[in-house]
């Protein structure tokens, strides 16, 4: 009989909870044929997510693209120039540019791969028409929040937080959603917390949450129509996942500590030497969210990328290419970022990953090297 070759290795593996338990609440569902609009998963998960993260106002939406969208109407970003890092997955910029905004590129701090604080600052003074900063807590690090909300405030521009990485990660033991006018999640299936696909708004005051609800949900209550809305709301399908799944996180964080640590002993003989790692904040504890690694250079990472497919192992250049390159931008230099995405790779991790897998990878990233 010919081998049959094994299924890949991804970077990661979506999380599922117990079948029985999903199955249940989707008996419910069938029984009452309420599938959508704000039914009574959607409202419980939105209420659960708000004390597991112990923040002040939470709206839940469609997914992490949408819940930035809904952010910068929210702020009255749309329209206006808008400070971003160009280190993060496309959907940050999309969003931006979806909304009509003009994304002006800061470039990245080399040791934690966050916006430059001093890079968003250069440009809020060349640019005194930019309304709102973007950035990113890449991988679950964190932003320096503080540098970012002096600069924000002294500029008197809105700070909106892309989040999608930070579920599960406190920073001084409180949420990262708490920082920033507002801040987004994704409950993607990739993401450390799913509801299959999902995302999430963090805001401080009620009339926030009430505005995002409006934009949620066409713009309007009833027949009275108040604003210009969209279709951004999370069906019972996605919140009863999301519910089942949210009492597992505490969980699957211990697992990725278990792995992330792992890895670390594995790849010690190399680690900090010819293999970096992110500088993770002060008084951050993390979610890890991901194993990002950086080579010494592009030609280091190619071969190492080489070796692993060979082995079936696919990690992801999460995340190249920089987006201040791509072809539907206007043209701008971020050398640290162009830099950083030229030798980055993620290697796979997910909770109840077999260890096995954290051995082999291991080894064929030292023997490439
Ligand atoms: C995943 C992700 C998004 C988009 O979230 P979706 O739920 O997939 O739309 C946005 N920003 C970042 C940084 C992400 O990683």
Not at 1 to 22: D, G, N
Not at 224 to 233: E, P, Q, R, S, W
Not at 264 to 282: I, M, W, Y
Not at 346 to 352: A, I, N, S, V
């Amino acid at each position: 009989m010919p081998h049959k070759e094994s299924p890949p290795v991804f970077v990661t593996r979506a999380m599922l909870p117990p079948l029985e338990t999903y199955v249940e609440k989707l008996r419910g569902i069938f029984s009452s044929r309420y599938l959508t609009n704000q039914g009574v998963h959607a409202e419980a998960l939105e209420r659960e997510l708000q004390d597991y993260l112990a923040v002040r106002e939470l709206v839940l939406c469609t997914n992490g693209t949408l819940a930035l969208q809904l952010a910068l109407r929210l702020l009255g970003l749309n329209g206006k120039k808008v400070i971003t890092t160009p280190f993060t997955y496309v959907a940050t910029l999309s969003a931006l540019l979806w909304e009509g905004c003009t994304p002006l590129f800061a470039d990245i701090d080399p040791h934690s791969l966050c916006m430059s604080p001093s890079e968003a600052e250069r440009l809020l003074e060349s640019h005194p028409d930019a309304a709102g900063v973007l950035p990113v807590h890449v991988y679950g690090n964190a932003c320096d929040v503080q540098a970012l909300e002096r600069i924000c405030r002294t500029h008197h521009v809105k700070l909106l937080y892309d989040a999608a990485h930070a579920f599960g990660t406190t920073l001084h033991g409180r949420s990262l959603f708490h920082w920033g006018d507002a801040a987004t999640g994704s409950l993607h299936a990739t993401k450390v917390f799913n509801s299959v696909e999902g995302g999430c708004i963090v805001v401080a005051s009620d009339e926030a949450r009430e505005h995002l609800k409006l934009l949620r949900s066409f713009g309007h209550c009833d027949d009275t129509h108040i604003c210009l809305g969209i279709n951004a709301k999370m069906s019972e399908l996605h919140a009863a996942m999301g519910r089942c799944l949210l009492p597992m996180v505490p969980d699957f964080l211990k697992c990725r500590e278990r792995l992330t640590a792992l890895y670390d002993a594995h790849l010690a003989p190399v680690l900090g030497q010819a293999l970096r790692k992110p500088r993770l904040a002060e008084g951050l504890c993390w979610n890890h969210a991901y194993y990002p690694v950086f080579f010494p250079d592009h030609a280091a990472l190619l071969r190492c990328l080489r070796a692993l497919t060979k082995k079936n192992i696919r990690p992801r250049r999460y995340f190249y290419p920089s987006l201040n390159t791509l072809p539907y931008v206007q043209a701008s230099a971020c050398p640290v970022s162009e830099d950083m995405a030229q030798r980055v790779a993620c290697l796979p991790l997910w909770p109840d990953m077999d260890e096995k897998i954290v051995l082999q990878t291991s080894k064929i990233v030292i023997d490439s090297m």
